[in-house]
């Protein structure tokens, strides 16, 4: 039959475990890259669209990248048996919440300076959602300490 799974595919590979040929963690990896190429999508609308025809929601794209440097060095600098790397991470989770909510906000205050219009405004508030939620995605799934961490990049 076309559906039969041989004895191979069905045993589970650990945190690996293959579905259809292709590892769990690929396939989140593929998810991830569709919901980031969704969410600049959204950002692009709200720039691009000959309604709207103005580029300054693109100064959210700093906030993209600046949002997951806090993070990513206090898990380079922290030591769990440490008492300082709790202080460490709750630093860092503080100024990643800011970075986000700025990146939140930014759109509303060029909306009520009106420098873009409104609807701009709601397509890059639904882009960052997007964003935001793809990049914690990608430490939710990476961000363990195994053999598949985004920590070798």
């Known amino acids: 039959m076309w559906f039969a799974v041989s004895e191979e595919s069905r045993r589970d590979l650990g945190d690996h475990t293959r579905f259809a040929g292709v590892c769990i963690r690929e396939r989140a990896l593929i998810s991830l890259s569709f919901g980031g190429a969704i969410g600049l999508m959204f950002l692009m609308l709200g720039c691009a669209l000959p309604i709207y025809n103005k580029y300054w929601p693109l100064f959210v794209l700093f906030f993209y990248i600046l949002s997951p440097i806090p993070y990513c060095i206090a898990r380079r600098l922290v ?6 790397s709790n202080a460490c991470k709750e630093l860092a989770i503080f100024l990643t919440t800011g970075i986000v909510v700025s990146a939140f906000g930014l759109p509303i205050v060029f909306a009520r300076a009106h420098l873009i219009e409104w609807g701009a405004c709601a397509l890059v508030l639904t882009g960052n959602t997007v964003i935001f939620a793809t990049i ?18």
């Not at 030591?79 to 300082?84: L, V």
């Not at 961000?143 to 990049?153: I, L, Y």
């Open 79 to 84: 030591d769990d048996t440490d008492a300082m």
């Open 136 to 153: 914690l995605g990608f430490f939710l799934v990476f961000g363990s300490n195994d053999d598949f961490s985004w920590q070798q990049w």
